[in-house]
C-alpha cells in the first residue's frame, strides 16, 4: 500500500468515526428541544387555564354579590310596598280632614313614584287620588271657630285644624277662594308627580328610543266633549294637524312615516284627543285581509299615561307611545311627545339594569 493510499483510508476512517457524533449530538439536542418545548406548552396551558377559572370565579363572585345586592333590596323593597299599598286600600280614620288625607296620599304616591316607577302601572291611583281632589275639596263645609279657648283642644279636631289653616293662610281669603287654591296647589303636586315617573321612564328608554316633539294649538280644537263622553260629532274648527307626516327611525334600520292629529281637548281635566296614522309596510300590506295602508289608534291622552305602560303595538319589533308634556292653558298649547322604540324596551320591569349589567360583564371575556 502506497503512503497516498494509507492516508486517504486514514481520513475515511476519520470521517465514518465522526458521523456517529454528529447524529449522537442531533439526537440530544432535539430530545432537550422536545423537553423545553413540552414545558413551555405545559407553563403556558396551566396560565391559561388559571386564568380562565379565575375570570370564571370572579364572575361567579360578581353574580353572587349582584344577586344578595338584589335580594336585600327586594326585601326592602316589598315591605315598603305593602305597607304603601295597603295604606291606600285602608278606610281614612275619622281624626283626619281631607286636606290631611290628600296630603297622606300625596306622599304615599310619591313614594310609590319614586322607587317603582318601573315595575307598577300607577295610572288607577293617580285617577284615585285626583277623584278626591276634585271631588272632595270643592265640598268641603266652612270651619267654624272652636268654642274652646284652649288651642290643643281645638286643634285636636279636624275642623279645628282646617279652620286655623284657613285663617293662618297669608291674607284675608274668602272660604271659597281658599278651597280653590288648595285644590290647585293639590292638583299642581299630582302633576309633579306624574311628570316625574313620566321622566324615569324616558330616562330607561334612552339610547333605544326616538322622540318626536309637536305643539299642538288648542284652539283649534273642539273643547265641548268630556273624555267620559262619546264623540258625537267631528270637529268642524280645521283640526289641528300639527305635521302631516313625519319619518322616525330606530337603529335596527325599521323607518315609518307618522301623522298626529288632534281635534278634540278638554283643558279643563288636562286632556287631548289624539289620533296617530303609521304607515304599514309592504310586507303587512300584503297580509292584511282588510286592505288597510295604516296602522291607526285614537285616544285620550293626558298627564297619567305613562309610555312604559300606556304604548301601541305596531309589531313584534316595535312599539310607539304617546306623552303629554304640559298643557299651557294661557297660550292654549299643548306639548306632545311620540316615543317610538324596540319592542324589547316595552312593558313594566323591575331593577333591569342588574340583568344588563350582568350580562356586559360577561360578554367582556371572550371564555364565556
Known sequence: MTDKERIEDEQQVSQDSKTPDIWYKLRSAGGIATAVMVAVIGTAGSY??????????????????????????SSVRKDMFQQILSSFLSKPTGSVCIL?????????????????HEMLDMEPLFLHVLLKIVGEIPRLQEPLPSQDNAQASALATPQGRLYALWKG??????????????????????IRIANRI?????????????????????????????????????????????????????????????????????????????????????????TDPNGQDVHMSEFWLGYFDFPLAENTFLSDKERYAVVLDEINDTKQEALISVIYFPASAAGLKEKSFYQQKLITTLLEHKSF
Open 100 to 116: 290631611e288625607q290628600i296630603d297622606e296620599e300625596l306622599l304615599r304616591l310619591e313614594l310609590l313614584a319614586r322607587n317603582f
Open 169 to 190: 293662610h297669608k291674607g284675608d281669603i274668602a272660604w271659597k277662594d281658599f278651597k280653590m287654591k288648595m285644590m290647585r296647589r293639590k292638583l299642581d303636586r299630582l
Open 198 to 286: 313620566t321622566k324615569k321612564q324616558l330616562e330607561s328608554l334612552s339610547g333605544v328610543q326616538v322622540r318626536q316633539r309637536l305643539t299642538i294649538d288648542l284652539s283649534k280644537t273642539c273643547q265641548d266633549t268630556r273624555p267620559t263622553e262619546p264623540l258625537e260629532h267631528e270637529c268642524d274648527m280645521g283640526g289641528a294637524v300639527n305635521q302631516p307626516i313625519f319619518s322616525m327611525r330606530l337603529d335596527a334600520g325599521i323607518e315609518r312615516q307618522f301623522t298626529v292629529s288632534i281635534n278634540h281637548s278638554y283643558p279643563l281635566w288636562n286632556q287631548v284627543r289624539v289620533k296617530v296614522e303609521v304607515q304599514k309596510t309592504k310586507e303587512e300590506k300584503k
Open 48 to 73: 391559561v387555564m388559571n386564568k380562565q377559572q379565575t375570570l370564571s370565579t370572579r364572575a361567579q363572585l360578581y353574580t353572587e354579590l349582584m344577586s344578595q345586592r338584589e335580594n336585600a333590596e
